[in-house]
T-cell receptor, first 113, second 112 residues
């Protein structure tokens, strides 16, 4: 089955700097890669996703890149703000998300004011 | 607010007992997924229902079962509970093929 590895497990950045979280996946059939943000006591919140026919997607300060050859995708957050502090999870799925998500182990991001 | 609701928010029960967790998907969503989040196992897929039918199973224990009703709400039944079943249980829903999964706020289960 699919295996998703996520790095780093913790990340601290100064407010205003950029943060990058990286994930690798094992199943070449995976074609849908969402990113979730989880705040304390809440459920995972979908923040951005990318499908395998696209190399990069951007939404304001958040961007995701996908390298299908290397089976690698990354989340980039620019101009970080204190409210970006949370745990971020990457995930992978086949069938463009209509099947189970396999999650990475999460990255705890702390923004230092 | 994702539009997915889950009840109860918290549940404390003893080993050997049985509990039922409830999920209402977003309006119009046909698929419901159940996930378990624990400190040692992370977020793990349990089971998926689509329009009332079981579609996929993950690492769901035989003591656990689920169903999706005609009004599309779903219930996850956990029986013969063990200490290790203590976790957060999330429900997610999506419309149809090629659509995003939106998560509910979760149910925190504590087995004592």
């Amino acid at each position: 089955g699919e295996n998703v590895e996520q790095h780093p497990s913790t990340l601290s950045v100064q407010e205003g700097d950029s943060a990058v979280i990286k994930c690798t996946y094992s199943d070449s059939a995976s074609n849908y890669f969402p990113w979730y943000k989880q705040e304390l006591g809440k459920g995972p919140q979908l923040i951005i996703d990318i499908r395998s026919n696209v190399g990069e997607k951007k939404d304001q300060r958040i961007a995701v890149t996908l390298n299908k050859t290397a089976k690698h995708f990354s989340l980039h957050i620019t101009e970080t703000q204190p409210e970006d502090s949370a745990v971020y999870f990457c995930a992978a799925s086949t069938n463009f998300g209509n099947e189970k998500l396999t999650f990475g182990t999460g990255t705890r991001l702390t923004i230092i004011p | 607010d994702s539009g997915v609701t889950q009840t109860p928010k918290h549940l404390i029960t003893a080993t050997g007992q049985r509990v039922t967790l409830r999920c209402s998907p977003r309006s119009g969503d046909l698929s419901v997924y159940w996930y378990q989040q624990s400190l040692d196992q992370g977020l793990q897929f349990l089971i998926q229902y689509y329009n009332g039918e079981e579609r996929a199973k993950g690492n769901i224990l035989e003591r656990f079962s689920a169903q999706q009703f005609p009004d599309l709400h779903s219930e996850l039944n956990l029986s013969s509970l063990e200490l290790g079943d203590s976790a957060l249980y999330f429900c997610a829903s999506s419309r149809d093929r090629g659509n995003e999964q939106y998560f509910g706020p979760g149910t925190r289960l504590t087995v004592t």
